[in-house]
C-alpha cells in the first residue's frame, strides 16, 4: 500500500542554517505530493505541493522537488528563521483515491 | 471566509461518557474528513465524507461514528469513551482529491479520564 517515510525530529537548527528534512514515498502510480506545517497550537496547513515528476513546489523560501527515481520530496530551506520552528508533515495522495497518507511529521526547532 | 471549524477547543471526559465534537466548512467543498493526532504517530484517518449523505470508514474508525446531513457540517460522534481516545482531533475539507488541498480546522484536544 501507500505510504510515507519522514527523518525523525527534532531537528535543531541555529537561525540563518540550512534545512532539509528528508520524505521518501510507496506508492502506486503517480502521486501527488505534499508539505504541509502545523504551527504550535494550531491545524495543519498547507505548505507546497508538487502533482507530477520534476515539479517543484516553492513558497515562503521552502522547497522540495518531486523526485520519481529516487521516490522522495525532500524539504529544504537555505536559511531559517525562529518563526519557522513547528512540525512538517509529509503527505500523498494517489490518483482518483480519497484520502491523503501522512508521514509521522518532523518537529523542526530554530534557536536565535 | 472562516474556514473550518471546530469545537470545542478542548474537553474533558470520563469513561463511558459521549459526546459530539463539531465540524464546519464555509467553502462549499465536498469532501470532509476527520483525523486523529497522537504524539509521533502523524495523522490517522478515521472517518471521511465525499458529500452530503455520504461517508466512509478510515484507517481507525473503531468506537466514533459519524454523519453528513449537509454539504457544511460533518460532526464526530464518540458514544463510550476510552483513555485511547484521548488525543487531538483535527477536521479538514477539499472541494475534491488528489492533487487538491486539504483544509484543516484548529484542532479539539480531548482528554478521556
Known amino acids: 500500500g501507500n505510504s510515507v517515510t519522514q527523518m525523525e525530529g527534532p531537528v535543531t537548527l541555529s537561525e540563518e542554517a540550512f534545512l532539509t528534512i528528508n520524505c521518501t514515498y510507496t506508492?502506486?502510480?503517480?502521486?501527488?505530493l505534499f508539505w504541509y506545517v502545523q504551527y504550535p497550537g494550531e491545524g495543519l496547513q498547507l505548505l507546497l505541493k508538487?502533482?507530477?515528476?520534476?515539479d517543484k513546489g516553492s513558497n515562503k523560501g521552502f522547497e522540495a522537488t518531486y523526485r520519481k527515481e529516487t521516490t522522495s520530496f525532500h524539504l529544504e530551506k537555505g536559511s531559517v528563521q525562529v518563526s519557522d520552528s513547528a512540525v512538517y508533515f509529509c503527505?500523498?495522495?494517489?490518483?482518483?483515491?480519497?484520502?491523503?497518507?501522512f508521514g509521522t511529521g518532523t518537529r523542526l526547532q530554530v534557536f536565535p | 471566509n472562516a474556514g473550518v471549524t471546530q469545537t470545542p477547543k478542548f474537553r474533558i471526559l470520563k469513561i463511558g461518557q459521549s459526546m459530539t465534537l463539531q465540524c464546519t466548512q464555509d467553502?462549499?467543498?465536498?469532501?470532509m474528513y476527520w483525523y486523529r493526532q497522537d504524539p509521533g504517530m502523524g495523522l490517522k484517518l478515521i472517518y471521511y465524507?465525499?458529500?452530503?449523505?455520504?461517508?466512509d470508514k478510515g484507517e481507525v474508525p473503531n468506537g466514533y461514528n459519524v454523519s453528513r446531513s449537509t454539504t457544511e457540517d460533518f460532526p464526530l460522534r464518540l458514544e463510550l469513551a476510552a483513555p485511547s481516545q484521548t488525543s487531538v482531533y483535527f477536521c479538514?475539507?477539499?472541494?475534491?482529491?488528489?492533487?487538491?488541498?486539504?483544509?484543516f480546522g484548529p484542532g479539539t484536544r480531548l482528554l478521556v479520564l
Open positions: 479538514a475539507s477539499s472541494y475534491s482529491v488528489g492533487e487538491e488541498t486539504q483544509y
Open positions: 506508492a502506486t502510480g503517480y502521486p501527488s
Open positions: 508538487a502533482t507530477k515528476a520534476d
Open positions: 503527505a500523498l495522495s494517489g490518483l482518483n483515491t480519497d484520502k491523503l497518507i
Open positions: 467553502m462549499n467543498h465536498n469532501y
Open positions: 465524507s465525499v458529500g452530503a449523505g455520504i461517508t
